[in-house]
């Protein structure tokens, strides 16, 4: 498993195994999107760090930029550009909070999985995808773009 090379199509149907329903796509792209938000408060709450942001959202163009469908990328960037401004529009708040919504968001994407719980067998994926530090990073990595591929690209997966 790499960060640096990665079978986009092939996550992407390791994502559907667990995440086939509308439903659970949308509130997890609602969780997804909160994380962004508390991401970009802690970053901002160093002081002279807009740079830091700037550099680091291009890292993250880059690391997709080989591995998913050009339009995927432009939808993905236009997504996380959005974000930033809704932030910057934002009144702050100490860093203490955004890392708590951090918490509260994942935990609420956890809860998803109790009203949305219709999956499919991930047996195939086990040996390449283990369960671990640098799984949960590839998917930090590439879960905004894997909701959207769902929600603007893929409606032939849709189910409720």
């Known amino acids: 498993m790499s960060l640096v090379k990665v079978d986009f199509a092939e996550l992407y149907r390791r994502h559907l195994c667990r995440h086939s329903q509308f439903g659970i796509n949308v509130l997890h792209l609602l969780a997804v999107a909160g994380i962004y938000l508390a991401m970009f408060g802690i970053a901002f709450s160093v002081p002279g760090s807009a740079w830091?942001?700037?550099?680091?959202?291009?890292v993250y163009t880059l690391l997709l930029l080989p591995n998913v469908p050009p339009r995927l990328l432009l939808v993905n960037l236009v997504g996380v550009l959005l974000l930033l401004a809704l932030f910057l529009a934002l009144p702050r708040a100490p860093w203490w909070v955004y890392v708590g919504?951090?918490?509260?968001?994942?935990?609420?994407?956890?809860w998803n999985h109790r009203i949305y719980d219709k999956s499919h067998d991930m047996s195939r994926f086990e040996q390449k995808y283990r369960k671990g530090p640098a799984l949960s990073l590839l998917l930090a990595i590439y879960e905004l773009p894997i909701l959207l591929n769902y929600l603007v690209f893929d409606r032939r997966n849709w189910t409720s």
Do not use: S
């Open 52 to 58: 830091i942001v700037g550099v680091a959202l291009c």
């Open 101 to 110: 919504l951090i918490v509260v968001w994942h935990r609420f994407q956890v």
